[in-house]
Every structure is written in structure tokens, then in C-alpha cells.
């Protein structure tokens, strides 16, 4: 599956930004989601996923801030993320096809090119 991320941008600190990311191909409904990012000289990192029966987890650095959903009409993901901080501040990747824990990079078989988001105090 390909996978195109959007929606990043520059922001200040307390506002919000919507990911999106647009997958190709019908077995979308069957793919498990996930959201990773990765900061300047950091790993890249969980941030969020959903199942393909639409059960969601989260990194605790965004639980209460960030939600995940999908849509599987429109075959994409995405990522509500409120409250940033420029703590948020990385490049975003949306990643399909898990088969693994889901919080593991290596799960992940397919990935997007990333979106930079940027949050200035």
C-alpha cells in the first residue's frame, strides 16, 4: 500500500493541526494505522494507531491532546492533534499494514514520506 501524509505546518503553542494520510489500493479497510514521528537528533517514535475494528492507542505524551481515526470510504487516517507544544515539533509519518506490537516501527510494512510539523512557544 502507498501511503501520502499531509497537513503539517508551522504553529504556535496551544493551537491545533489535522494529519491526513491518503492510502492507495481496497484493502485499506484491512490495514491497521499508525502514526509515528521523529524529532531533530531523536528516533522516530509511536504516537498513535487504530486497528482495522477501530480500537486506538496512544503514546502517553499524547493522551488527551491527539486523536487518531479512520475512514475507510475515503481509504485515510488521520491524526487531530490539539494543545501542541514545541515539544510536538518533528516530522510526522503515517504507517499501514502491522503485524506486530503496535507500538514497533518494525510492524509497520508500509510508510508514507512524512509531514513536518513545527511548534513554536
Known amino acids: 500500500v502507498q501511503l501520502q501524509a499531509s497537513g503539517g505546518g508551522l504553529m504556535q503553542a496551544g493551537g491545533s493541526l489535522r494529519l491526513s494520510c491518503q492510502a492507495s489500493?481496497?484493502?485499506?479497510?484491512?490495514?491497521?494505522m499508525g502514526w509515528f514521528r521523529q524529532a531533530p537528533g531523536k528516533e522516530r517514535e509511536f504516537v498513535a494507531s487504530v486497528t482495522r475494528d477501530g480500537t486506538v492507542y496512544y503514546a502517553e505524551s499524547v493522551v488527551g491532546r491527539f486523536t487518531i481515526s479512520r475512514n475507510n470510504a475515503k481509504t485515510s487516517a488521520y491524526l487531530q492533534m490539539n494543545s501542541l507544544t514545541p515539544g510536538d515539533t518533528a516530522v510526522y509519518y503515517c504507517a499501514a499494514d502491522r503485524s506486530g506490537p503496535h507500538y514497533s516501527i518494525e510492524s509497520y510494512k508500509s510508510w508514507g514520506q512524512g509531514t513536518q510539523v513545527t511548534v513554536s512557544s
Open positions: 489500493g481496497r484493502s485499506f479497510r484491512w490495514y491497521d
